[in-house]
């Protein structure tokens, strides 16, 4: 799953009509006493400020991306040139919405709940930008003996891409990512060891045989029709393409359902835990925060050595 970061969490309640009767109790107010969403907000703060720290903001992450692209982009250009033959560099088109959300791990218990999974959305993005990334020097070449020594060549200078195929992130994401992951599994098993087990019963209970969200997000993908990138086009025009996209709003709510009761009850258990991490790790999420901040600048500095190519 492409996984990104919502402002805060919603502790939402079942309102899908139908689920409380399949599901009876996936989404009740809970037991006597149970933790209510606002005895979380020291917790649910701490939790996403640590995460904006370790996976940037949405507009950092954009923008990571973009610089992963003109870095590969570049690379494959300088080897061409090598090579004896010109490859411009294609500007970037982001299909990632700035709405997505980050979800470390697919955690039960701490993932963000939405409203959608984004697939719709980015599948239409993507199927728009076809064709917006051309390659005008290989549009020109007027046989297929040219065309195939230029495919060749390109081919070969593919390796020369792979050095940046992480550029898109700081390279202490991965290492904060892991901590994090650890942290949120320990306060998972010890406030809501119950939660995988009920959370695969509600989910079939409402027509979704999904043990965690990436079975879910998996069923999500399939639901839409089949959609072949070669040509721009309104994919929102196939067969089924209304029924996946009711598909997909059900799931986001039902998974929302199903966990929202549970979210609260990890979080009212997590102030100690996640204040500890973030005390533990501050220079090294400080110096991940800062290098994402770095990423906008260096974007525009790449951009203009593209456009020299």
Known sequence: ??????AKLTAAMCTLAGIGALVGGCAGAGPAGAPRFEDTAQARATYEKIVQQIYGTAEQ???????????????ISECMTAAGTVYPVTAFIPVNSEESVISPGDSLA??????????????????????????PVYAK????????????????????????????????RDALDGLLLKTLATISRRAVPDLPAHYATCMKGAGFEAANLSDLYALVVNAYPPVTYDK????????????????????????????ADFT???????????????STNAAALSANEAAWAQMTGEVAVLRQKAATR
């Open 232 to 259: 721009p086009s309104d994919v929102t025009k196939e067969p089924g393409w209304a029924s996946a996209v009711v598909h997909e709003s059900k799931a986001a709510d039902t998974d929302t359902a199903c966990r």
């Open 264 to 278: 609260t009850r990890a979080f009212a258990d997590a102030t100690a835990d996640l204040t500890e991490f973030a």
């Open 141 to 172: 070449l007027d046989s297929e003996a040219k065309r195939a020594a230029y495919s060749g060549k390109l081919q070969s200078c593919q390796g020369a891409a792979t050095t940046y195929e992480a550029s898109f992130a700081p390279k202490s």
């Open 61 to 75: 992450r954009i923008a990571g991306e973009e610089r992963g692209w003109l870095l590969t982009q570049s690379a």
């Open 1 to 6: 799953m492409n996984m990104y970061f919502r």
């Open 110 to 135: 701490f993932s963000p709940t939405r409203t959608t999974f984004g697939v719709g959305v980015g599948m239409q993005r993507r199927a728009a930008a076809v064709g917006q990334q051309t390659n």
